[in-house]
C-alpha cells in the first residue's frame, strides 16, 4: 500500500535560518507528491506539487524535488519567516482518488 | 478562499445531540472527502465520494453518517459522538481520476468539533 513517512517535530528554527523537512514515500506506479501546510486555526494548504521524477515543486520560497531513486520529497527553504511557522504535511496522491498524508511536521520560527 | 466552504467553523455538542457538518465546493469537482484532524495524530481519512457514489468508507463508526447529494454537497451528519470524537474535521474535493493528471485536492478550513 501507500504510505508517506515524514521527519517527526517540532522543528525550531531561527528566522533566516535554512530549513529542510523530510518526507519518503511508499507507493506503486506513479504517484503526484504534495506538500500541503497548515497555518493555527486554518485548514489545509497546497504549498506545491510534482507530478513525475525530476519535477521541481516551489511556492513562496519554499521547494522540494521529487525524487524517485530515493523515493524522497523533502522541503526546503533557504531562508524561513516567522510567519512560516505552521504544520507541513507531505502527501502522495495515486490512482482511485485516495491521498495519503505524512504525519505532520511543526515547524516555529522564533525571532 | 480555496473554493470549498465548511460550515460551521466551530461547533459544540452533547453526546445525545444529532448535528451536522456541512461542506460545499464551487470548482466543478466530483470527488468528495472528509479527513479526521486530531491532536497528534495524522490526518485520517473517512469518506469518499466519487460521482455522488461513496467510494471509501475506513471503518467509520456508525455515528458519523456522511451524504453526498450532488456533486457539490457533502454532509457528515453527527449523531450520539464521544468526547474523543472531537477534532478538526476537513472537507476536501478534487476532479475524480487518476494520480497520473496531477489532480490537486483542495481543502476547506475545517470545522473544529468539540463533544461535551
Known amino acids: 500500500g501507500n504510505s508517506v513517512t515524514q521527519m517527526e517535530g517540532p522543528v525550531t528554527l531561527s528566522e533566516e535560518a535554512f530549513l529542510t523537512i523530510n518526507c519518503t514515500y511508499t507507493?506503486?506506479?506513479?504517484?503526484?507528491l504534495f506538500w500541503y501546510v497548515q497555518y493555527p486555526g486554518e485548514g489545509l494548504q497546497l504549498l506545491l506539487k510534482?507530478?513525475?521524477?525530476?519535477d521541481k515543486g516551489s511556492n513562496k520560497g519554499f521547494e522540494a524535488t521529487y525524487r524517485k531513486e530515493t523515493t524522497s520529497f523533502h522541503l526546503e527553504k533557504g531562508s524561513v519567516q516567522v510567519s512560516d511557522s505552521a504544520v507541513y504535511f507531505c502527501?502522495?496522491?495515486?490512482?482511485?482518488?485516495?491521498?495519503?498524508f505524512g504525519g505532520g511536521t511543526r515547524l516555529m520560527v522564533k525571532p | 478562499e480555496t473554493g470549498v466552504t465548511q460550515t460551521p467553523r466551530h461547533l459544540v455538542m452533547g453526546m445525545t445531540n444529532k448535528k451536522s457538518l456541512k461542506c460545499e465546493q464551487h470548482l466543478g469537482h466530483n470527488a468528495m472527502y472528509w479527513y479526521k484532524q486530531s491532536a497528534k495524530k495524522p490526518l485520517e481519512l473517512m469518506f469518499v465520494?466519487?460521482?455522488?457514489?461513496?467510494?471509501e468508507n475506513n471503518s467509520v463508526p456508525s455515528r458519523f453518517s456522511p451524504e453526498c447529494p450532488n456533486s457539490s454537497h457533502l454532509f457528515l451528519h453527527l449523531h450520539t459522538l464521544q468526547p474523543e470524537d472531537s477534532a478538526l474535521y476537513l472537507c476536501a474535493s478534487s476532479p475524480a481520476g487518476s494520480g497520473y493528471s496531477g489532480n490537486t485536492i483542495y481543502f476547506g478550513e475545517g470545522s473544529w468539533l468539540t463533544v461535551v
Open positions: 507507493a506503486t506506479g506513479y504517484p503526484s
Open positions: 465520494y466519487s460521482l455522488e457514489e461513496r467510494v
Open positions: 510534482a507530478t513525475k521524477a525530476d
Open positions: 502527501a502522495l496522491y495515486n490512482a482511485g482518488n485516495m491521498l495519503t
